[in-house]
């Protein structure tokens, strides 16, 4: 049966994998907070009843829109229900930097019903792309758009809307949302810092946008959530401040790719890959609070695609 209940995703060398992350430890002493995987999500591909192997993913509604690691097709799935719907991008050939420079991103129109649901591809690299599938017409279409921006993360889901870390002409970075029904960016703003080392962008339980800073002098962790967020307006107050240098940690500040907060325990939940030598990277889970450190190996894994942590709340939406 669907739940409303989240569940941790880690896509890790092309296979996506759930994780189980306890944290009762937190609020009662009888047990510490822990975490491991618990299992696989597969794909099958009916051409060849094959696992399909997947080299990016973002999620939306309850679906998964899941690039393909040989970089020909895009596949829409739903794990609840088993349902897929696979497409070809407008061009036979994806870029072979597809990851860092094109980013597909799943959203919907808010003012229909049933929902409208769309694909966006947005192409970052000498020039800038904007193409748009929709499901109705099962065609893509070609917007004209010149951005005084550029984006910088992984574009995370809100609500049928996206948003990424992104910069414009100056110095720090800016939240940059796009807007499904209107098919308009936007340029908001985020909390005020001029002496975090490393920023990273996150969603709360399809309600909320989180920011979270990195500062070296003094090694901290602040973390801000979103009290309001309207297509041209945000208001952020903050979440949690936690002092890494008092856990004694190894915890490495480049090394974070993701992270989720637990509003409820008030703790910060980090996936860091550490890249070695040999091409691959060093796996780590990190709950962080205020008066609280818990870590865990998760082993060495390919560090191509680049592994990553996000929240899926089952759906029985149908594609």
Excluded at 15 to 38: E, K, Q, T, W
Excluded at 78 to 95: A, D, F, L, S, V
Excluded at 121 to 126: I, L, S, T
Aim: aromatic letters at 14%; hydrophobic letters at 35%; glycine letters at 4%.
């Amino acid at each position: 049966k669907a739940s409303k209940q989240n569940i941790v995703v880690v896509l890790k060398e092309f296979r996506i994998y759930s994780m189980a992350i306890n944290l009762h430890g937190i609020c009662n002493n009888f047990a510490d907070p822990s975490m491991m995987v618990s299992g696989k999500l597969s794909i099958i591909d009916s051409r060849n009843d094959s696992e399909v192997d997947i080299s990016n993913i973002f999620q939306c509604d309850g679906l998964l829109l899941c690039t393909t690691k040989n970089k020909t097709r895009l596949v829409v799935w739903n794990p609840c229900t088993g349902q897929t719907k696979w497409i070809n991008p407008r061009n036979e050939y994806y870029h072979r930097y597809d990851v860092m420079y094109h980013k597909y991103v799943f959203g919907y129109e808010n003012n229909t019903s049933p929902r409208k649901y769309k694909i966006v591809r947005v192409f970052c690299g000498h020039i800038f792309q904007l193409e748009i599938y929709e499901f109705s017409s099962n065609s893509w279409r070609i917007l004209d758009f010149a951005p005084d921006w550029s984006l910088y993360s992984r574009g995370m889901p809100l609500k049928g809307n996206t948003y990424w870390l992104g910069r414009n002409k100056g110095p720090h970075f800016v939240l940059i949302s796009f807007n499904f029904t209107t098919e308009r960016f936007a340029c908001l703003c985020l909390p005020s810092r001029n002496d975090y080392k490393t920023v990273h962008l996150s969603v709360v339980r399809e309600e909320q946008l989180s920011v979270l800073y990195q500062r070296l002098d003094p090694f901290q962790i602040e973390v801000w959530v979103t009290n309001e967020i309207k297509p041209n307006f945000v208001s952020w107050s903050k979440f949690l401040t936690v002092d890494v240098n008092k856990f004694q940690t190894t915890y490495d500040l480049w090394s974070l790719v993701s992270f989720l907060i637990d509003v409820e325990k008030k703790v910060v939940v980090l996936y860091c890959a550490k890249y070695l030598r040999e091409g691959n990277c060093n796996n780590s889970v990190y709950i962080v609070g205020e008066d609280e450190y818990t870590e865990e190996d998760l082993g060495e894994s390919s560090s191509s695609p680049r592994p990553f942590m996000f929240t899926y709340v089952p759906s029985l939406v149908q594609i």
